[in-house]
């Protein structure tokens, strides 16, 4: 039941040994744990030293299985001796071959294997190592090994190859350090070979009946596990307890046959192919990590250790992410929130368990993820082409459009979470694992769908996803048909030649402010329209009707804007504001189809009105730039354009507001009568313009003020002046322009001609 003082070799002669895929990474050789470490390898030296002090390792648990032993228990242990062994026979061979070859188990050592199943790059590298037969010690050994033509760089990036170099750079300094003291190096060798001074007791688990879950209580026994590891044990004893009879029906071709249940389908996946799905990801972390690693002080390098690449966060964001969205999916419409006390419930049910072992291989089974997703999706491109033939990605802060790498990161926004599972749900319903059209169009219908789920808020005047994880069964229903008949996406669709118009920033796969019954016409002028500049785009509208869009009372009256920046699509997405745009920009692209200039169509609309000599609000916003853009006087030259929002009880009594927030008039606020009539002094009398004020806060009134207390504002029926002579009332009608009437009366009172 149990081999009691075996040493390394006569152990490693009876069986291969394996480190097999429950295990961690090795981490006793690594140079955060350098006083253990060093601790260590000082008590294995003694012992092959001073025939007084032999070193015992305790117990080392574990089965047997076709020829290998499988360690649940001592893989840090046995993986130093592995090491350990290397050094001494690789050194003795380079002083002396012959004399080296005499020594027993060095025929054994030579046959037998040690391997690593928790990560292909680990098994590799100690396989490789075998082929050094020499070293001679007088230069650091990973430096030796790192020249070698059969290392590989990447292999850097595995904190247990990483580990074994330091260990073997420890040792080596070490064993110098003995021989400098007349110790002989052959006597080294044979002493660990050929007794037992280094030993340990073996306890074959196979033979009690005992299973993997022992390996949970292991953690009593002192080693320190992660968290991450802990949890793959314990999930791998639920698998073992409740689906242990449960054949995996979707298991990958490539793992059947030795991978059939739930559990060995995992315990096998965890550590293979879906380790490998993480690992890139891994590695693209730790470079980043290095790089701000490398950049700090050597204090605070030593506060801060850079730990090498774990795939543990990783996964774990991803498995929360699935199990949480398929409690929501199950849940319909349920007011409790994911948290971990559901897990245990959610996984009592087996096609839980079975679809996130498949979203798992449909990610590791579709090779290149990013390339996948940016067949796909795109965030931000100036190629029209890229534009006309994928789906925009919004609201996402990321670098790229592999919503996967959001999720597992966990900086995936709510709308591209339920995004990512809709598309999960649709390529495994119809067997999808690459893009071609029809996934496409469904991504592309998602996006839409989810797009329109969205309020538009007072607050900072933004749109504001209103998508939400408790609705994702309603979504899912949505989805359900096209899930199910992918051909019929097309017709559910806006014509494909849309999709420009969908993926702009104003639209956001909103088009009901449109008339698209002639699709050419629509995107021509489309086009012109997101290329003009914003007070181009906000004229246009405003000649051809467009009064604003409301956004509530304030002390000055109603707040209306008119477009700009990046709020455009406050305006076109909004179903209120969306309807009453749609005949006005109908209109204009009727007019924009004959005469295909913006300026022009603005122009045409401004002689109009002039001609019949209406100076409405509309008018001035036409013909003065210094109107639309009052609400940035301060810097009216620096090219910055104005928030175009204006609050006002009718069009001749009004305030150009300069915030967007909640509480506008906490800012300086301006009359944009009075900013055109200031800015014609700035203009062409810049002396009398630094005598002029024009700004007000909160509900007071914004005029001019000149010389003094001396002021002129204006009113719904003209303006009103008041200066040391008194106060006096200019009417203004309404076939007469304010502004040039204020100017007039300024003139006359600085005696200007």
């Not at 590989?152 to 420890?170: G, I």
């Not at 694992?433 to 607050?459: A, G, H, P, S």
């Not at 924009?592 to 200039?597: F, G, H, K, R």
Request: glycine share 4%; aromatic share 14%.
């Amino acid at each position: 039941m149990s081999d009691i003082n075996s040493n390394f070799i006569d152990f490693l002669g009876m069986h291969n040994i394996c480190i097999p895929m429950i295990q961690r990474d090795y981490v006793q050789g690594s140079s955060f744990y350098s006083s253990k470490r060093d601790e260590f390898l000082d008590s294995l030296l003694m012992a092959i030293t001073d025939v007084s002090k032999p070193c015992n390792l305790d117990f080392i648990y574990g089965s047997t299985k076709g020829g290998r032993f499988l360690p649940l228990d001592g893989q840090q242990r046995l993986t130093t001796l592995f090491l350990l062994h290397w050094y001494l026979i690789a050194r003795n061979m380079h002083n002396d071959k012959e004399s080296t070859m005499q020594i027993a188990g060095v025929k054994v050592w030579e046959e037998h294997k040690f391997e690593y199943e928790t990560r292909l790059s680990s098994s590799a590298f100690c396989t490789k190592l075998k082929l050094l037969k020499e070293i001679d010690g007088k230069e650091l050994v990973s430096r030796v090994i790192k020249e070698q033509p059969w290392f590989s760089d990447s292999w850097l990036l595995d904190p247990s190859v990483v580990s074994m170099l330091e260990l073997l750079d420890s040792l080596n300094n070490k064993v110098n350090g003995v021989l400098a003291k007349g110790v002989d190096l052959h006597d080294m060798l044979s002493y660990l070979l050929e007794t037992k001074c280094v030993n340990f007791d073996q306890l074959d688990m196979g033979k009690f009946k005992l299973t993997d879950s022992l390996y949970v209580k292991m953690n009593g026994r002192g080693k320190q596990l992660t968290v991450f590891e802990n949890w793959k044990a314990r999930f791998i004893q639920l698998l073992e307890n409740k689906y242990s009879f449960t054949c995996y029906e979707w298991s990958d071709e490539k793992r059947k046959d030795y991978a059939k249940s739930l559990k060995d389908y995992f315990a096998h996946s965890i550590e293979h192919e879906w380790t490998d799905l993480f690992w890139n990801y891994a590695k693209t972390d730790y470079k980043e990590r290095f790089v701000k690693f490398s950049q700090m002080s050597q204090d605070e390098q030593e506060a801060n250790p850079l730990e090498g690449p774990l795939i543990d966060s990783l996964f774990t964001n991803y498995y929360n992410y699935i199990l949480k969205l398929c409690y929501y999916e199950i849940t319909a419409d349920s007011e409790v929130a994911y948290d971990e006390k559901q897990e245990k419930d959610l996984l009592s049910n087996s096609d839980v368990v079975k679809f996130i072992f498949w979203t798992l291989d449909f990610f590791a089974g579709i090779g290149n993820i990013k390339s996948f997703f940016e067949e796909l999706l795109y965030l931000n491109t100036k190629d029209e082409a890229i534009a006309k033939s994928k789906t925009k990605l919004f609201l996402s802060d990321e670098p790229d459009a592999d919503i996967f790498r959001m999720v597992i990161v966990n900086k995936c926004s709510v709308d591209n979470q339920v995004l990512l599972f809709l598309l999960l749900k649709y390529c495994k319903q119809n067997k999808v694992d690459c893009v071609d059209e029809n996934l496409r169009r469904y991504v592309r219908w998602c996006r839409n769908y989810l797009e329109d789920k969205n309020q538009r808020l007072t607050v900072d005047m933004k749109m504001h996803s209103n998508v939400r994880l408790n609705d994702l069964s309603s979504y899912l229903s949505d989805a359900g048909a096209f899930i199910k008949a992918p051909a019929d996406l097309k017709a559910a669709l806006e014509d494909d030649v849309f999709i420009l118009m969908e993926n702009s920033g104003y639209l956001h796969g909103y088009l009901k402010a449109f008339d698209l019954a002639n699709p050419n016409l629509a995107i021509d002028f489309f086009m012109a329209f997101r290329s003009a500049s914003n007070i181009e785009k906000m004229r246009l509208l405003v000649a051809y009707g467009f009064t604003g869009a409301d956004w509530g009372w304030c002390a000055h009256g109603t707040r209306h804007f008119f477009g700009n920046g990046e709020r455009w699509d406050t305006l076109f997405r909004h179903a209120a504001t969306a309807k009453a745009l749609k005949p006005i920009l109908t209109e204009i692209a009727k007019d924009y189809a004959s005469t295909p200039d913006i300026s022009k169509l603005i122009d045409t609309k401004l002689c109009e009105l002039v001609s019949k000599r209406e100076y409405s609000f509309a008018y001035y916003i036409i013909k003065y730039r210094d109107f639309a853009e009052s609400s940035v006087w301060w810097r009216m030259d620096d090219g910055k354009s104005g928030l175009h929002f204006f609050a006002y009880a009718n069009e001749f009594d009004v305030i150009t507001i300069s915030q967007y927030n909640s509480r506008p008039l906490n800012a300086y606020h301006t009359d944009p009568y009075a900013c055109v009539v200031a800015q014609y002094f700035r203009h062409n009398y810049p002396d009398l313009y630094n005598d002029l004020d024009y700004t007000s806060r909160y509900s007071d009134k914004a005029w001019i003020t000149y010389k003094g207390n001396n002021v002129l504002y204006f009113t719904s029926d003209g303006f009103t002046i008041i200066d040391c002579i008194g106060e006096r009332h200019v009417l203004v009608g309404k076939n007469q322009d304010r502004i040039d009437k204020a100017i007039d009366e300024l003139k006359k009172y600085f005696s200007i001609q």
